[in-house]
């Protein structure tokens, strides 16, 4: 696996024969809301028939495992609660380095939170005179004030203050929901206590899906680059960024060195094929048919493998003018956003 000096490396084989194990997340790239990814079934269902595993990684606390299991299903992807990893049960895996085993626990949140914080073996409270030992936040469609007025006031009173996740926002098919890192936001607000955060793209739920999944090889596979691809990097495994959700093409030329993808795809096709990496001939980044470079602060593309100057590049010309883009920045150049191919995806 060769890596040539802009972070996207480049793998000969199909990916799923390449890599044993994805952590692969869900909102944005299995589906968006209640609505399936085109190719999402089809893909992960061939990638298992040549023995790829897969380990389902969401920032996503409100479901139990077995939910978010049975979602999957719905979705035409078998999948049982143990192939399933949440930010609930990362966050309380870092609760437990902090607090003794058995105290008392607010958790400010839905089902699958609170399940992961008993089946650890802590004591569900619910109001602050009971002082909890730490408030743990995750998402929860049904939070209301008294919820977070309870949980301010145990904080305030000493309590460690845990987040499952600091994600502003998450996709659905209407358009972009308030995460919990936007809730989040009223408690640090209110109290003056920032939360320790266990969800991508802390490393932390990365390692325990690995561990889960027996990986030697695993790969990361998400939409989002503040997220799924700083959460790769900073567990120090290889990235894939599919174009189906949060992150776009152009934000990911924009990306600086700890969000940029070791790999990127339209979508979870890219499960069937090799993943070419761009190398660098003189002024030009070459990848298949493609070439680009840097003119001054321009992004300029030459893409002989699209079907005509306007349609969306070929996935060998993304991957060019990003490895132009990334190694004219990091000779510090500032790249001028607004004149990137519009046609880049």
């Known amino acids: 696996m060769n890596r040539p000096g802009t972070g996207l490396i480049d793998v000969p084989e199909p990916l799923s024969h390449h890599f044993d194990v994805a952590l692969t997340d869900m909102d944005g790239v299995l589906f968006r809301g209640n609505e399936p990814m085109v190719h ?4 992960v269902g061939r990638a298992r028939q040549r023995g ?7 920032n996503n606390a409100s479901r139990p495992p077995r939910l978010a299991a049975a979602k999957l299903g719905s979705m035409r992807i078998p999948a049982d609660r143990d192939d399933v990893i949440t930010s609930a049960q990362s ?7 902090h607090i003794p085993a058995g105290s008392g626990v607010m958790a400010v949140g839905g089902n699958g939170l609170t399940e992961a914080v008993t089946k650890a073996g802590f004591k569900l409270v619910t109001a602050a005179i ?6 743990i936040q995750g998402l929860s469609p049904a939070l209301q004030w008294r919820d977070l007025e309870e949980a301010a006031y145990a904080i305030e009173a000493g309590a460690a203050y845990f987040a499952t996740n600091l994600d502003k926002n998450l996709p659905t098919e209407f358009g972009f929901a308030p995460g919990n890192g936007a809730m989040v936001q009223a408690l640090v607000v209110t109290t003056g206590v920032v939360p320790k955060a266990s969800g991508k793209p802390h490393a932390l739920i990365f390692h ?7 990986a030697e090889r695993p790969v990361v596979i998400g939409d989002r680059l503040d997220t799924d691809i700083r959460g790769a990097n900073n567990a120090g495994y290889p990235g894939l960024l599919v174009l189906t959700g949060v992150s776009k093409a152009v934000d990911a030329l924009m990306a600086g060195p700890a969000e940029r993808p070791s790999l990127i795809a339209r979508d979870l096709r890219a499960l069937s ?14 990848c298949g048919q493609a070439r ?7 992004v300029v593309l030459e893409d002989a493998g699209s079907a005509s100057d306007d349609a969306v590049v070929s996935e060998p010309a993304l991957r060019a003018a990003l490895a132009a883009g990334w190694f004219a920045a990091d000779q510090g150049v500032l790249l001028d956003r607004e004149s990137i191919p519009a046609n880049l995806g």
């Open 40 to 43: 999402a079934a089809d893909q």
């Open 91 to 97: 966050g309380v895996s870092l609760m437990a380095e």
């Open 130 to 135: 009971e002082r909890p030992a730490a408030v």
């Open 273 to 286: 094929q090799p993943h070419q990496a761009p190398v660098r001939e003189g002024a030009y980044w070459v």
């Open 292 to 298: 680009s470079w840097v003119d001054g602060n321009r």
């Open 208 to 214: 325990l899906a690995a561990e889960r999944g027996k």
């Open 52 to 58: 790829m595993k897969f380990i389902f990684v969401t």
